[in-house]
């Protein structure tokens, strides 16, 4: 039965959009999924018409809400006043997800019903060899992106967003229960690659204000990414 809804932020970066939408349709199971709330947070650089003409690729109900909330935590503030999903995933349009993702992060909430949130950014735990069985290693935050039990985060008070960290702020002040799941997803954030055109791309987008400049993965760290290469 599906529980879990998708939460998709963009805000500009219209190559790491177009990338990232194609690595969640062909990738995800659908049949986990109730619908995917996309927010377009104001993009100027033709990522809200790429959406807007992509959002029927979707095989699950899919909305579009167009804001200028300028924040993620404000855009998860927004959502979670609608949302209905006993889960949901928070994905920013530069997180890049591989084949079974949602099915791991899935099986790993349903056997710790204690954890509220799960990280599953590339580089928390180890890299997976094999078929390996998945399960958690406790943290005290998992930043943003991940699968989470949306009765938690509806019961506590908005996420601030005016700190420097937001949802991470949230997360200390009301001790939500985190882990990461371990052994790794190949889940890289686009802006952290140290390889090109990914390179390039964050230099310019960060001089356009429209991303932190974000310390590079180390390219030892490639495993993560290079299954990206043949979509290109």
Known sequence: MPEVEILYLAWNRLDYTSLTWYEMMRHTDWDLVTNVTVYDDGSQDGTL?????????????????????????????????????PLFVKLDNDIAVPSGWLNRLHEVMVAHPDIDLLGMEAGQTVVPEGKPSYGI?????????????????????????RGRFGFTEHQDRHQLKGAWI?????????????????????????????????????????????????TL
């Open 137 to 161: 290693q406790e943290a005290s935050h998992i930043g943003g992106v991940g699968m989470m039990r949306t009765r938690v985060l509806q019961n506590l008070p908005e996420i601030p967003y």
């Open 49 to 85: 018409e790429f959406l807007r003409e992509h959002l029927a690729d979707c095989p699950v109900h899919t909305e579009l809400r167009v804001s200028n909330l300028r924040s993620p935590p404000a855009i998860m503030n927004h959502f979670l006043a609608t949302e209905r999903a």
């Open 182 to 230: 371990t052994p790794d997803l190949l889940v890289p954030q686009l802006d952290r690659i140290p390889d090109e055109p990914w390179k390039s791309l964050g230099v310019d987008y960060v001089s356009r204000g429209w991303q932190r400049d974000w310390p590079l993965y180390r390219s030892a760290s490639s495993p993560y990414w290079d299954w990206i290469k043949e």
